[in-house]
């Protein structure tokens, strides 16, 4: 077998049907909660959000500052999130490089850059995410540093033990665990950092509910319990140091996303029913790697 040289192609393996599948609804993907949260700072995140609602955008009497403030609340609650997964990636330096998979469009590589001047790799199976997550580097001026790829993150192909840390941020319920932890822990140096931020189903609970099933249905993907993490990474040298149960932290998102007639995706009612219900939680699991 030949082996790849420095700047030489790397020959993938072919996706399989179904992450064409989940590429196809990236491609397509134009959710104005993704998009016009995106343009307030060229952050765009794909995630949700964490911490206390200002309420008073709501009671804003003009319709259009009402949706122009409803808009910047969940972006600041969004990018709030990606701050919280970035503050527990260090310290790293400059030098240090790191490791974004199922990037999106790209904010999370930029909030790392911005917190540690370091270079990040994101992947995605979507090219047009990767495309516009470029384009965004490079307007930016850090496209030396923050580079995108489309590739699967089950194997990305980058070097073994390059990486300071790496993540996972709300991109885990595409793949089976055990793929997903073995390519991170091949990647990350040991002592690296690997965090991740993800909904899984509650294991006291039972299995998935309905609005669990709801939510897979919807982004056509396959949430994990909650176990299935914890186990999963300690078959790969992933050692917990930090765990946060999210969840009362993320309902007041999802409340105010409810009232957004302009941004609501359908899935909103799903998602407040699963986490009030207990079947389902929203989790910050760090790891080292050992
Ligand atoms: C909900 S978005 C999260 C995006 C990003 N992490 C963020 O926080 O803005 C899910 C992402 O996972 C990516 N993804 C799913 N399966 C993947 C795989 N096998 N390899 C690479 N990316 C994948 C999708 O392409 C999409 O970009």
């Known amino acids: 077998m030949a082996i790849p040289q420095s700047g030489a192609t790397v020959s993938l393996p072919a996706q399989s049907t179904y992450q064409s599948r989940v590429a196809d609804y990236w491609n397509a993907e134009e959710n ?3 998009l016009e949260l995106g343009k307030i700072d060229d952050l765009y995140h794909h995630h949700y959000g964490v911490g206390d609602v200002d309420w ?3 009671d804003e009497p003009d319709a259009a500052r009402r949706q122009q403030r409803v808009t910047a609340e969940l972006h600041r609650l969004e990018h709030a999130q990606a701050e919280l997964l970035a503050s527990h990636l260090g310290p790293l330096s400059p030098a240090d490089r790191v490791f974004d998979a199922g990037c999106g469009r790209g904010g999370g590589s930029v909030v790392a850059n911005q917190r540690y001047g370091c270079h990040a790799d994101g992947v995605t199976l979507s090219t047009k995410q990767a495309d516009f997550a470029n384009e965004q580097a490079r307007a930016r001026g850090i496209d030396g540093k ?3 790829h489309h590739r699967n993150m089950l194997d990305t192909g980058f070097e073994t033990g390059g990486y300071a840390a790496s993540w996972n941020n709300e991109s885990t319920m595409y793949v089976e665990l055990d793929l997903l932890f073995a390519e991170h822990s091949r990647l990350l140096r040991r002592g690296g950092r690997y965090v991740v931020v993800t909904g899984c189903y509650n294991d006291t609970y039972g299995r998935a509910s309905r609005e669990v099933s709801l939510i897979n249905a919807h982004y056509i993907c396959d949430i994990h319990p909650r176990s299935e ?6 078959r790969h040298r992933l050692v917990p140091v930090h765990v946060e149960d999210l969840t009362p932290a993320t309902i007041p ?4 996303r409810k009232t957004a007639d302009h941004l609501v995706t359908g899935i909103e009612d799903a998602f407040l029913d699963a986490y009030r219900n207990g079947s389902f939680q929203y989790l910050l699991i760090v790891a080292d790697r050992v």
């Open 32 to 34: 104005p909660v993704n």
């Open 56 to 58: 008073s955008v709501v």
């Open 146 to 148: 923050v580079r995108y």
């Open 229 to 234: 993490y914890f186990r999963a990474m300690a």
């Open 253 to 256: 998102y999802w409340e105010l």
